[in-house]
């Protein structure tokens, strides 16, 4: 039987600059050898060395030719459009990513927006810091939403946004997907809508979510036309990829009042620049892409890293494998 790793265990990098991927690995008590970095320069000491490599914001596509006993590269991040994906085909490198694991973070991150939006929590938050007691209004139209009876688009259901859909139907939402072909109209609640009706549903939804993986399809799909389908009094909430908004149109229609706002997580353009004028928007809320951050990331990884050794080992298909 062919030998997999060089030694009993394989030699795993770790590379983040926040996560300890490694204290993680290790309270699961697994014997593989395990090397934890935090910058790239660190990195540059270890590659030569690495079976495994567990990384994400860190990559460099040099790393490929400094790496020449590199088995796995596992993705800490759902996201793989910055990996070299036609190189490690070449290479029979697979590439696993690290879908799921923060669907509970960023679901509950969508929730958050829709209950800041609808309770005006941001406005409650700049009241405070003015020192202003605000009293109720006589118009009703103008007062603070409940969330029962309002309708939610989920542009992308995979792991993120189904749990997004089941989160708002907790509170009573009515909730619609967007997927290419319809082979149920209805899908554990959820109103399954066909992509070449997406402008149709996006016009009947309070809260538009976007979840969905930023493809050659999905780049720039909210542009002006996508827009203007929406509702006035309606929502822009993004936690998928920046680029999958056309922000100069996002920005016109802001301005113009075709819809009332947005809710943004991720932008063209990271870390946001200091001038750009999505941080001084009232109508807008902004977090710097920490949406699927949590206490338990760095654990929920190491599952997923842990399976791919297993799988590898016994031959069986990788989990997440892209490549």
């Known amino acids: 039987m062919k030998t997999l790793w060089l030694d009993r265990r394989p030699r795993i990098v770790c590379a983040h600059p926040l996560y300890d991927l490694k204290a993680a690995l290790d309270i699961r008590q697994d014997d593989s050898v395990c090397t934890q970095v935090f910058s790239l320069s660190d990195l540059d000491n270890y590659i030569e060395e690495a079976e495994i490599l567990c990384i ?13 006993r590199l088995k796995l590269v596992q993705s800490i991040s759902a996201g793989v459009d910055h990996f070299p994906q036609k190189v490690l085909q070449d290479r029979n490198i697979p590439l696993c990513s690290a879908r799921g694991v923060n669907a509970r973070a960023v679901s509950e991150h969508v929730l958050s927006f829709i209950l800041n939006i609808s309770r005006r929590l941001f406005e409650a938050r700049d009241d405070q810091k003015a020192g202003l007691w ?3 209004v006589r118009d009703a139209t103008n007062r603070v939403q409940e969330l029962t009876g309002k309708r939610v688009l989920v542009v992308g259901l995979g792991s993120i946004g189904r749990r997004v859909a089941h989160l708002c139907q907790a509170f009573d939402m009515t909730v619609a997907g967007v997927r290419r072909t319809v082979v149920q109209e209805v899908e554990d609640g959820i109103h399954i809508v066909a992509s070449d009706r997406l402008h149709e549903a996006v016009a009947e939804a309070d809260f538009v979510v976007l979840s969905c993986p930023l493809t050659p399809e999905t780049h720039g799909l909210v542009d002006a036309a996508f827009l203007s389908s929406m509702r006035r009094d309606a929502y822009l909430i993004n936690v998928s990829r920046g680029k999958v908004v056309d922000e100069a149109a996002l920005l016109d229609a802001l301005d113009k009042g075709t819809i009332a706002g947005a809710a943004l997580d991720t932008f063209v353009d990271e870390p946001l620049p200091e001038g750009s004028t999505f941080w001084s928007r009232e109508n807008v809320i902004v977090t710097p892409h920490n949406a699927g ?5 760095a654990r929920n ?11 590898m080992e016994n031959g069986t298909p990788l989990r997440n494998r892209v490549v």
């Open 56 to 68: 994400s914001m860190l990559w460099k596509d040099y790393l490929l030719d400094r790496a020449p």
């Open 134 to 136: 605000r009293t109720p």
């Open 293 to 297: 951050d949590s206490q338990f990331y």
């Open 301 to 311: 990884v190491v599952d997923i890293l842990l399976d791919n050794i297993t799988n």
